[in-house]
């Protein structure tokens, strides 16, 4: 397993944009599927995008399609999710999970997860 750090959350304007991090630690982090979730207060965790070991592979939920960036950085053990044209209906607390075998928007696949960082869209 690894352990997950996320940060970058915060509060922002409808329209604005975040940078999302999530670090790593462990050397095989190259190894891993990375993924990112999000949960609402009330709601469901749900998927957001995620990527495969290289890079490669980058898959989105339909509701973020075409505002959301998923990356990494392998040499810094870290990837990120870059988000653009927030909704105040983006607000939710988001969390990054490791996945040892592939990339997946199905939360059960994932071995380790982060503690979460919140994000706030206002209207």
């Known amino acids: 397993q690894v352990q997950l750090i996320e940060s970058g959350g915060g509060l922002v304007q409808a329209g604005g944009s975040l940078r999302l991090s999530c670090a790593a630690s462990?050397?095989?982090?190259?190894?891993?599927?990375m993924g990112w979730f999000r949960q609402a207060p009330g709601k469901e965790r749900e998927f957001v995008a995620a990527?495969?070991?290289?890079?490669?592979?980058?898959y989105y939920a339909d509701s973020v399609k075409g505002r959301f960036t998923i990356s990494r950085d392998n040499k810094q053990n870290t990837v990120y999710l870059q988000m653009n044209s927030l909704k105040p209906e983006d607000t939710a607390v988001y969390y990054c999970?490791?996945?040892?075998?592939?990339?997946?928007?199905?939360?059960?696949?994932?071995?380790?997860w982060g503690q979460g960082t919140q994000v706030t869209v206002s209207s």
């Open positions: 462990g050397r095989t982090f190259s190894s891993y599927a």
């Open positions: 999970a490791a996945n040892s075998r592939s990339a997946s928007a199905y939360d059960r696949r994932y071995d380790s």
């Open positions: 990527i495969n070991w290289g890079g490669g592979s980058t």
